[in-house]
């Protein structure tokens, strides 16, 4: 079932969010070679990239503190794109100002809701209150535009380098192994065993019989595939259409994975591999 991945076209790969982002720091260490593009939101990255003003997405699933991003496992299936590779970027969360100033002028720093928290004992200690803004790219962005030397912002050291700012403190999260799981997508399928260890992914929903899933996910035990994760999550805001998220080790040609994916078909009313892909060094780490 092998399938060559796509070429490159554009030379360019869509992430959502400002130049600086975590994302955006994604995109240059797995994609240095390509050209990053800014989207305002997920529906914003899938769509240049289906329109082919880029040849890929990167797109976060998940975080190692907060677990899945908000809405993205019901907008893979819908996104008509393929998963080529997973990244993961550790979040590192730096402090950072206009050049000049001092932390203890500082009476309150800016960053995504999510990123707040993750820093609340360094705030705490130097008595420094933290306001949502709706991106820690962006508020650096918008601090420069500002000139406010009483205001800092937490985000990436790579958001500094890109808008002048001093960074006053780094790495001041308040866990050691803060990291977010992205995924890299494009038009075109690339299913050849392209590592040492491959991973597959795929949604499905379970046929209206009893203990269905049960009976689902017994070809896995049986068959000795790993599932390192599976998920459910409601289809159009219905409790009664739920949908699973799986992430399995190995290739759908191997074996023992065809014979569970098999009597796992024999149990859904829809199945869809979204993407065959090299597991990350990682996922080991």
Same mark, same amino acid.
Request: charged share 25%; net charge negative.
């Given at each position: 079932?092998?399938?060559?991945?796509?070429?490159?076209?554009?030379?360019?790969?869509?992430?959502?969010?400002?130049?600086?982002?975590?994302?955006?720091?994604?995109?240059?260490?797995?994609?240095?070679?390509?050209?990053?593009?800014?989207?305002?939101?997920?529906?914003?990255?899938?769509?240049?990239?289906?329109?082919?003003?880029?040849?890929? /997405?990167?797109?976060? #699933? !998940?975080?190692?503190?907060?677990?899945? &991003?908000?809405?993205?496992?019901? $907008? *893979? =299936?819908?996104?008509?794109?393929?998963?080529?590779?997973?990244?993961?970027?550790?979040?590192?969360?730096?402090?950072? /100002?206009?050049?000049? #100033? !001092?932390?203890?002028?500082?009476?309150? &720093?800016?960053?995504?809701?999510? $990123? *707040? =928290?993750?820093?609340?004992?360094?705030?705490?200690?130097?008595?420094?209150?933290?306001?949502?803004?709706?991106?820690? /790219?962006?508020?650096?962005? !918008?601090?420069?535009?500002?000139?406010?030397?009483?205001?800092?912002?937490?985000?990436?050291?790579?958001?500094?380098?890109?808008?002048?700012?001093?960074?006053?403190?780094?790495?001041?999260?308040?866990?050691?192994?803060?990291?977010?799981?992205?995924?890299?997508?494009?038009?075109?399928?690339?299913?050849?065993?392209?590592?040492?260890?491959?991973?597959?992914?795929?949604?499905?929903?379970?046929?209206?019989?009893?203990?269905?899933?049960?009976?689902?996910?017994?070809?896995?035990?049986?068959?000795?595939?790993?599932?390192?994760?599976?998920?459910?999550?409601?289809?159009?805001?219905?409790?009664?259409?739920?949908?699973?998220?799986?992430?399995?080790?190995?290739?759908?040609?191997?074996?023992?994975?065809?014979?569970?994916?098999?009597?796992?078909?024999?149990?859904?009313?829809?199945?869809?591999?979204?993407?065959?892909?090299?597991?990350?060094?990682?996922?080991?780490?």
């Amino acid at each position: 079932m092998s399938r060559q991945g796509q070429s490159p076209k554009t030379g360019r790969i869509a992430f959502q969010g400002e130049l600086g982002a975590y994302s955006h720091q994604a995109c240059r260490d797995a994609r240095p070679d390509l050209e990053p593009v800014p989207c305002r939101t997920f529906e914003d990255v899938i769509a240049a990239v289906k329109k082919g003003d880029a040849d890929l /997405a990167m797109l976060p #699933v !998940e975080n190692s503190t907060y677990g899945r &991003v908000a809405d993205i496992h019901r $907008l *893979l =299936p819908e996104s008509g794109l393929h998963i080529l590779d997973e990244a993961f970027v550790r979040v590192h969360i730096s402090l950072m /100002a206009l050049p000049g #100033v !001092e932390i203890e002028e500082l009476e309150k &720093v800016r960053a995504h809701l999510v $990123l *707040l =928290p993750q820093a609340a004992s360094f705030l705490a200690r130097y008595g420094i209150r933290g306001e949502a803004a709706a991106d820690s /790219a962006g508020a650096a962005a !918008e601090l420069v535009q500002a000139q406010t030397r009483s205001v800092g912002v937490l985000a990436s050291d790579m958001a500094a380098e890109t808008y002048g700012l001093n960074i006053l403190a780094r790495h001041i999260e308040d866990h050691a192994h803060n990291t977010t799981r992205f995924l890299i997508m494009g038009t075109e399928p690339d299913t050849r065993p392209r590592g040492e260890k491959m991973m597959t992914t795929f949604v499905f929903r379970v046929r209206n019989i009893p203990a269905a899933l049960y009976k689902a996910m017994g070809g896995f035990a049986t068959n000795g595939v790993n599932m390192t994760k599976l998920e459910s999550y409601m289809v159009g805001g219905h409790f009664t259409a739920t949908q699973f998220y799986a992430d399995v080790e190995g290739h759908p040609d191997d074996p023992a994975l065809a014979r569970a994916l098999e009597e796992l078909d024999y149990f859904t009313s829809y199945l869809e591999i979204l993407g065959v892909y090299p597991a990350a060094p990682e996922r080991d780490g």
